[in-house]
C-alpha cells in the first residue's frame, strides 16, 4: 500500500482569514502590485513583449498611436487646407460623351438658361418684332371643304364656333335618316345601339348578377311590402305565459281551408335568453327548416323569407321557444304572412 502525499487546504471562516500574493512562476520575488486604491498595476506590451508608451498631455496621460498606411507611417496632421500653390487634377472619364460631360449653365450672374424636357433651350421673346412675316405661335388660315367651299363660324359666347349643319333631322315614324347620331351602348365587344317600340318605349331586358336572363327557371325574387289584392293579412300572435326554465311551448297556425298561405316572417321574444325553431309541412308531420339564437343584450330574433313560403291548407307553421334562462318567464311569438 502506498503513501498518497496531499497537500492541506485552507479553511476559512470570514473575509480576509487568508492573504494571498501572485507571483511570476520563474521569479518569486516578483509580485503582482495592488495600490492603495485596491488597483492592480499592469504593463501594456505588444505582441513581440515591447512596451507600449505614452505621453502627458495636458491633465491626461495619452496612449502614443501611429497610423501606417502599407507599412509606412503616416502623419494625419498632413491633412490642410489647399492654397494657390497647390494642384488639383480630376478625372472626367471618357472624353467626348454627354454621359461623361460636364454640365455648364449659362447665365448671366443672376439668371440661368431654361431648358426643355427634350433637351431643347427654352426661349421667351420679350422685344418687338420688326415688321413684315414673323408671326412666332400664329397660323392665319382659311377653313374650305373639299370642293374649295369656304366654312363660316359664328360668334357664340365670345367664341368662334364653326358653322355644323346634319344632313337630315328624323320625324318620329319616319325612316331613320342618314347619318343621323344614335345613343347606343357596348355589350363587352361590339357596340351595339338601343331599340323602341313604335310608341317610342325604350325595350329593356333584365338579367340577374351572373348575366343570366330572368325566366320561368331563373325566376326574379320579390318581396311583398304591401297588401295582396284579395288576400287575407294573416298576423296571428302567442303570448306563453310563465313558462319554466329548459321547458318549451309551441305556437302553431294551420293554414285555412282552401287558402294558400305566403308566410313572409316569423318573430319571437322575451325578457331573457330563449331557442326559437321554425318548422314547416304537413299539419302534424312539419319539418324544423330554421334555429334561432336571441341575447339579453339582444332580446328578439326575427327571420324574414327571402322569397315568402307557400303553404297549402295541408300544411302548418310550428315555431318551438324554449326558455335558456334560469327562471320561468313570458314567450312571445307572432307568424305573419298573406291567405289567398
Known amino acids: 500500500m502506498a503513501d498518497y502525499n496531499s497537500s492541506l487546504p485552507i479553511r476559512t471562516e470570514t473575509n480576509g482569514d487568508a492573504a494571498v500574493k501572485v507571483v511570476d512562476g520563474a521569479t518569486p520575488s516578483q509580485t503582482l502590485s495592488v495600490d492603495a486604491s485596491g488597483r492592480v498595476t499592469t504593463k501594456l506590451t505588444d505582441g513581440s513583449g515591447n512596451a507600449v508608451t505614452s505621453q502627458t498631455n495636458g491633465a491626461q496621460q495619452a496612449l502614443d498611436v501611429g497610423i501606417n498606411v502599407a507599412g509606412v507611417q503616416v502623419d494625419p496632421r498632413a491633412v490642410r ?10 478625372d472626367q472619364g471618357a472624353p467626348n460623351t454627354a454621359a461623361n ?11 440661368s438658361q431654361a431648358y426643355l424636357a427634350g433637351g431643347e433651350a427654352k426661349v421667351s421673346v420679350t422685344q418687338a418684332l420688326p415688321t413684315g412675316n414673323n408671326n412666332i405661335g400664329d397660323v392665319d388660315a382659311n377653313l374650305r371643304d373639299g370642293a374649295g367651299t369656304s366654312i ?40 351595339q345601339s338601343l ?11 333584365i338579367f340577374d348578377s351572373t348575366g343570366t336572363a330572368f325566366s320561368p327557371s331563373n ?19 302567442k303570448q306563453a305565459s310563465a313558462i319554466a326554465a329548459a321547458a318549451s311551448d309551441t305556437h302553431s ?46 332580446p328578439n330574433v326575427e327571420y324574414a323569407f ?31 304572412g298573406y291567405e289567398s
Open 152 to 191: 363660316t363660324s359664328t360668334l357664340v359666347n365670345s367664341k368662334q364656333s364653326v358653322d355644323v349643319q346634319t344632313s337630315a333631322n328624323g320625324v318620329d315614324g319616319s325612316a331613320v335618316p342618314f347619318g343621323t347620331m344614335q345613343v347606343g351602348g357596348t355589350d363587352g365587344t361590339n357596340l
Open 81 to 90: 487646407a489647399l492654397t494657390s500653390a497647390d494642384v488639383v487634377t480630376a
Open 306 to 336: 327571402g322569397s315568402p313560403s307557400a303553404l297549402n291548407d295541408t300544411e302548418s307553421v310550428k315555431v318551438v321557444i324554449t326558455n335558456l334562462d334560469k327562471a320561468a318567464m313570458d314567450l312571445y311569438s307572432t307568424i305573419e
Open 101 to 111: 460631360g460636364w454640365p455648364v449653365k449659362p447665365t448671366d450672374g443672376t439668371n
Open 253 to 298: 297556425y294551420a293554414v285555412t281551408a282552401t287558402k294558400t298561405l305566403s308566410l313572409q316572417k316569423v318573430v319571437a321574444s322575451s325578457s331573457g335568453k330563449i331557442k326559437v325553431g321554425i318548422s314547416l309541412g304537413t299539419t302534424g308531420a312539419e319539418v324544423l327548416k330554421i334555429v334561432l339564437f336571441n341575447s339579453t343584450s339582444n
Open 219 to 237: 325566376p326574379l325574387s320579390v318581396s311583398i311590402v304591401g297588401a295582396i289584392a284579395g288576400a287575407t293579412e294573416i298576423l296571428d300572435f
Open 195 to 205: 331599340s323602341v317600340d313604335a310608341s317610342g318605349k325604350l325595350k329593356t331586358n
